[in-house]
């Protein structure tokens, strides 16, 4: 079965820390992983998102680092706020499966003021 | 502005009765999607349509069922509800065609089973 692991569970940082959340792949057919944002009560909401023909991304203080070989990803939040506070979900597609997206299991980040 | 609307926002049913649950878009998008949201588990992918009269199974559809009439609404069915389908369902939708299409949520609906 298609699996996406995402660890931790749940982060605490400190105001303008590092926030750093991996996640792991096994189907090697995965090209597209994004990373979705979720706030209490709402729905998901795409963040960043990356293709495996380059090793990093980054929008503004978000970065998604790639490693193709380990089969590895993981999201860096540079400068964490307290606005930043929400689940985090990292996904997987594959060009067959284009429109279905595989979710790691969410990461909850708490940004103490 | 173009959205994603799911409704009920909250329901309370009770074990055995049929629930339908409603996801309507206004972006004209091919591709929608429904997910259920456990702890621990993240989303998981119940049932999805690539266009009108197209459904197809996900990774935890037993108990569930779709029709896709028209473009803008995919209703989820419960057809006999059961404690464990207590949960949150997301729908999605995404423009049709090939390629890496970002997915758009709608605002969930809580449901409990009692």
């Known amino acids: 079965q298609q699996q996406v692991k995402q660890s931790p569970q749940s982060l605490i940082v400190q105001k303008g820390g590092i926030s750093i959340i991996n996640c792991a792949y096994e189907?090697?057919?995965?090209?597209?992983f994004p990373w979705y944002q979720q706030f209490p009560g709402k729905g998901p909401a795409l963040l960043i998102a990356i293709r495996p023909d380059v090793s990093e991304k980054k929008e503004g203080r978000f970065t998604i680092s790639f490693n193709k070989s380990a089969k590895q990803f993981s999201l860096h939040i540079m400068d964490s706020q307290p606005g930043d506070s929400a689940t985090y979900f990292c996904?997987?597609?594959?060009?067959?499966?284009?429109?279905?997206?595989?979710f790691g299991s969410g990461t909850q980040l708490t940004v103490l003021p | 502005d173009a959205e994603i609307t799911q409704s009920p926002r909250h329901k309370i049913t009770e074990t055995g009765r049929q629930v339908t649950l409603a996801c309507h878009q206004t972006w004209n998008h091919n591709n929608m999607f429904w997910y259920r949201q456990d702890l621990g588990h993240g989303l998981r992918l119940i049932h999805y349509?690539?266009?009108?009269?197209?459904?197809n199974k996900g990774e935890v559809s037993d108990g569930y069922s779709v029709s896709r009439s028209n473009t803008e609404d995919l209703p989820l069915t419960l057809e006999s509800a059961a404690s464990s389908q207590t949960s949150v369902y997301f729908c999605?939708?995404?423009?049709?065609?090939?390629?890496?299409?970002?997915?758009?949520f709608g605002p969930g609906t809580r449901l409990t089973v009692l």
């Open positions: 349509s690539y266009g009108v009269q197209d459904t």
């Open positions: 996904a997987a597609s594959g060009s067959y499966l284009a429109r279905q997206l595989t």
């Open positions: 999605a939708s995404s423009p049709g065609g090939a390629g890496y299409n970002e997915q758009f």
């Open positions: 189907n090697t057919a995965f090209d597209y």
